[in-house]
């Protein structure tokens, strides 16, 4: 990963927040003034240092992580905008990402009740839920998606 | 990683999906976590954390022990 990279990565999670949602690489390389050939070859650079997660197909970004491109079960209200988080620990880091209180939403995966927790001053307020990590620390980025 | 109302339902979870237990932590803990590991993530001067100081977190916020060893340590 070199600076070009880098400021890639960073304008990247600049603009997400801007627009609520992933920038598309043609945005990305509009904004920057780079050929779009020389964004994907750096996201891919990014992905494979685990900056960025992409899709598949590496022309778009899954992951911003603690941020879900995709529609996920576990979404944060902050900051006036609605926001996927990839699992229950990014969804309390998009709070922390973001700086802001906010609430979690999401449900238990065994029971399908709904789980809603409040986040004030960087903690749970009055909140007795369990998070379950499956996935061993070294193991985490063999399969990102289902860890 | 996802939210459980008990240990009850992790492990009702687990074992309809032959999944090997992992490790359970409030969520109040798993807030800490997230806090310690995020908080830079919008910075404009953001770099990559080392192996070791990703460690660092995991040890500071009392996540300790073999599952919670990250690869290349």
């Given at each position: 990963m070199d600076g070009a990279d880098l400021a890639l990565r960073n304008h990247t999670y600049a603009r997400y927040v801007e627009l609520g949602r992933a920038p598309s690489f043609q945005e990305l390389a509009d904004e920057l003034g780079r050929p779009i050939e020389d964004v994907a070859s750096r996201m891919r650079r990014l992905h494979d240092a685990h900056a960025v997660v992409l899709e598949p197909e590496g022309?778009?970004?899954?992951?911003a992580n603690p941020f879900s491109a995709v529609p996920t079960p576990h979404r944060v209200l902050a900051g006036g905008r609605e926001w996927f988080a990839n699992c229950a620990w990014d969804a309390f880091g998009v709070l922390a990402a973001l700086d802001v209180d906010g609430h979690v939403s999401s449900s238990c995966p065994d029971c399908g009740a709904a789980v809603e927790i409040n986040v004030h001053d960087r903690a749970p307020v009055d909140d007795d839920h369990l998070v379950h990590v499956n996935v061993p620390a070294a193991h985490w980025w063999d399969d990102i998606v289902f860890t | 990683m996802n939210f459980f109302r008990s240990e009850e339902h992790v492990a009702r979870f687990n074992a309809q999906r032959s999944l090997e237990p992992g490790a359970t932590i409030g969520a109040a803990k798993m807030c800490e976590l997230a806090h310690a590991w995020?908080?830079?993530?919008?910075?404009?001067?953001w770099r990559p954390r080392s192996r070791d100081e990703n460690q660092a977190i995991l040890d500071r916020v009392g996540l300790t022990g073999e599952f919670w060893r990250l690869p290349g340590g």
């Open positions: 022309d778009r970004i899954r992951m | 995020w908080d830079t993530r919008l910075a404009p001067d």
